[in-house]
Structure formats: C-alpha cells, structure tokens
C-alpha cells in the first residue's frame, strides 16, 4: 500500500521568506508524484507534477519540486513566498491500482504568509 | 466547461439517519472519484467508479456506497451516520487517457455535519 507522509502540518511566513514544505512517500513500485493547493473558498487544484524525466519540476506561481528516489522525497519550494500563496498544501502520490492510478494524499500542510 | 458539480454544498444530519450526495463530472469525463477530507487526516480516498463500474475503493466500512449512472454523475451514499462522518466529502472527475492522475478536477464539496 502507498502512503505520503507529510512533515508540517502548521507552517507561518512572512512575506519574501522562502518555503520548503517536507513530502515522503512509500511505495513498492513506480509513483507518479503530486503536489495540490487549496486556496481559501476553492477547489483543489493541481500546482505541480513528476511522472518521469527531469527530478525537478517546476508547477504554476513560481512553485517547484525535486523528485528524491533515494529518500522517497517529494518536496515543495518557492523562493519567495506572498500573501496570495495563504492556502493548504497537499502531497499525493498515486500507483497503479485496478488499472487506474489511485492518488493518495498526505494530510496537508496548512500554510498562512504574512504580509 | 462547467466546472465539477456537487450538490448540496452544506448538509446538517443527526446519528442514525442516512444521506445521499451528488457529483455531477465535467462533460466528458468518465472517471469519477470520492474522497473524505477531514482537518486531521486530510483527504482519503473513498472510491472511484468508470463507466458505471466501480473501480478502486478505499478503506472505508460497507456504510459508504456509491453509484455511477450511465451519464457518468455519481452519487454516493453514507447510511446511519455517526458523529465521525462529519467531514468536507469531494468528488473529482478525469478525462479517460489519463490514469496516471494528472488531470484530476475537483468539486467545491459538500460539507457534512452529523449531530
């Protein structure tokens, strides 16, 4: 069974700080890696993904990510963080089940950035 | 394109009653998933259904049923409900040729309140 464990669950910034938010994953097979952002009052929406290919991808409003293997890692940056990035962070990882990937997600990490 | 449509957008039960909700997918979208997304253990996966079938189901007890009609909108079913299924249930819908999850569309939700 996959299972993403995510390290912060509470994190406050002020603006222009920079963000690292901690994904690790378990999975016996090949995973194909997400992170999910949920602004206040929206839907989830996809930020970011890693099927294959380069470790480090880069996602929507200056969002990045850097595939691990080694360390099962899956982390989250931005350089420099806003008030408009205020939102809940989700990790997922999905694997082959039932023929269809199945996403399971990590408990989110809750971010607040202070103007 | 419409977006996911759920239905109620808020719910207030007591224990014992039972409580059915809907997801309408986008327009051309098969694939329909549920997930649970509690404060305390995020988003958990409850089930998805492809052309009618369900396809993958979680860990969650018989209580949980769904359905998926042949028009692709889903509805899923919580019987004798306990104080523990308060939660915000989502529903998200893909189009067919993307297993691997990257297009995943999520509802608003519905919010569900058991007294």
């Known amino acids: 069974a996959q299972s993403v464990s995510q390290h912060n669950h509470h994190v406050i910034l002020s603006e222009a700080a920079s963000l690292e938010l901690g994904c690790n994953y378990s999975y016996g097979g090949t995973v194909n890696l997400f992170w999910y952002v949920q602004y206040p009052g929206q839907h989830l929406q996809l930020l970011l993904k890693?099927?294959?290919?380069?470790?480090l991808v880069k996602g929507i409003k200056g969002f990045e990510a850097e595939f691990i293997k080694s360390k099962f890692s899956f982390n989250l940056r931005k350089p420099s963080v806003q008030w408009s990035d205020t939102a809940e962070y989700f990790c997922?990882?999905?694997?082959?089940?039932?023929?269809?990937?199945?996403?399971?997600f990590g408990r989110g990490t809750s971010l607040i950035v202070h103007p | 394109k419409a977006g996911v449509t759920q239905t109620p957008r808020y719910l207030i039960k007591t224990r014992g009653q039972q409580v059915t909700l809907s997801c309408s997918p986008i327009?051309?979208?098969?694939?329909v998933s549920w997930y649970q997304q509690t404060p305390g253990q995020g988003l958990q996966f409850l089930f998805e259904y492809f052309s009618e079938t369900q396809r993958n189901k979680g860990n969650f007890p018989g209580r949980f049923s769904g359905r998926q009609f042949s028009n692709s909108r889903s509805e899923m079913n919580v019987s004798t409900l306990e104080l523990g299924d308060s939660a915000l249930y989502l529903c998200?819908?893909?189009?067919?040729?993307?297993?691997?999850?990257?297009?995943?569309?999520f509802g608003s939700g519905t919010q569900l309140s058991v007294l």
């Open positions: 890693y099927f294959s290919g380069d470790p």
């Open positions: 998200a819908s893909r189009p067919t040729g993307t297993e691997g999850g990257e297009k995943l569309f």
């Open positions: 327009s051309g979208h098969r694939s």
């Open positions: 997922a990882v999905s694997g082959l089940s039932g023929g269809s990937y199945i996403p399971t």
